[in-house]
Nanobody, 126 residues
Framework: QVQLVESGGGLVQAGDSLKLSCVAS????????MAWFRQGPGKEREFVAA????????YYADSVKGRFTISRDNAKDTVYLQMNSLKPEDTAVYYC???????????????????WGQGTQVTVSS
């Protein structure tokens, strides 16, 4: 059974940094991408970033490029999302996900995610 467990969310001020972690278990995902999505209040779930589990290629939404960095530690089966220069509009529940691999950030969609984590809340105050 696949399990994705996120951690690292919290309440921060605008301009601060936060690092999310997602530990994966239950199977190998070498052919897939590990991704982060987020869902703000009253909004649809949207793509944030993805990384090819085996090759390490990364993909980002335009709204987070230059501020967020996705990485992985294969030995620990863990994916990270380093978030810098946080803004109030980054406030959302952040979800870890297993996704088919696409070679463009604009191709990632919540509708095509295979597995979801339970989510972790990130709140950025102004």
């Amino acid at each position: 059974q696949v399990q994705l467990v996120e951690s690292g969310g919290g309440l921060v001020q605008a301009g601060d940094s936060l690092k999310l972690s997602c530990v994966a278990s239950g199977r190998t995902f070498s052919s897939y991408a590990m991704a982060w999505f987020r869902q703000g209040p009253g909004k649809e779930r949207e793509f944030v970033a993805a990384i090819h589990w085996r090759g390490g290629s990364t993909y980002y939404a335009d709204s987070v490029k230059g501020r967020f960095t996705i990485s992985r530690d294969n030995a620990k089966d863990t994916v990270y999302l380093q978030m810098n220069s946080l803004k109030p509009e980054d406030t959302a529940v952040y979800y870890c996900a297993v996704s088919p691999l696409y070679l463009s950030g604009s191709s990632y969609s919540a509708k095509r995610v295979l597995y979801w984590g339970q989510g972790t809340q990130v709140t950025v105050s102004s």
